[in-house]
């Protein structure tokens, strides 16, 4: 797990540690001493630590002029055990959504595992961004699954495409604008008639 980055081909155009808005200004990483780990296995040091003991992000982009946000994330996502969804709002989403941001892309092929407990973080989160929506990309399977037992996917927009995005392969203005053209297509009527069968 220690050689698993957060994604940098981006850092030309955003560094959160250099971000006033972001929750991360005036962070400092290293590059050799690794400190963090999920469980016992290390993980690299450019991960952002959110208090959590399992779950870690990294802010890859926040454009306040469009709204959103894309975060990627790493470990094991525990409500369960740690109340991680509380940390994440508390502690990073509402820094950003008091900044502007209404639109979160969160990657998460990373995320190992998803643990539940209440919705009532994520159904604050979805009221606060109105107009707004929060994209899963890239989650595994079994962790999309456990999202849908506990109905933690009346907050978010995830499947089909989304599953299985090539987002890496965008600038990120370009991802946010193929992103929301997917969930503006979701949420067209005229789109679903044209998409059920005769």
């Known amino acids: 797990m220690h ?20 929750p991360f200004f005036g962070r400092e990483y290293s590059e050799t001493h690794y400190t963090d780990a999920v469980y016992d296995h290390y993980i690299h040091p450019q ?10 992000i990294k802010l890859l982009f926040a454009d306040y002029e469009d709204g959103f946000a894309i975060i990627e994330l790493m470990g094991e996502w525990n409500d369960t055990l740690y109340n991680d969804i509380m940390i994440l709002k508390r502690d990073v989403i509402d820094t950003l959504i008091n900044s502007g941001i209404n639109k979160f892309i969160l990657v998460g092929e990373n995320v190992l595992n998803f643990h539940s407990s209440d919705d009532s973080y994520y ?29 933690i996917d009346n907050y978010f927009v995830f499947g089909g495409q989304l599953d299985d995005f090539p987002w890496s392969t965008f600038r990120p203005l370009q991802l946010f604008q193929k992103i929301e053209q997917l969930i503006e297509k979701r949420f067209d009527p005229n789109y679903l008639l044209e998409e059920s069968p005769e």
């Open 3 to 22: 050689t698993i980055e957060p994604y940098w081909n981006w850092r030309n155009l955003y560094v959160a540690e250099e971000d006033e808005l972001s």
């Open 47 to 56: 991960w952002d630590n959110i208090e959590s003991s399992t779950l870690f």
């Open 123 to 151: 159904e604050e989160w979805y009221e606060d961004i109105e107009d707004g929506w929060i994209a899963c990309v890239n989650f595994r399977h079994h962790v999309v699954a456990d999202f849908c037992a506990t109905s």
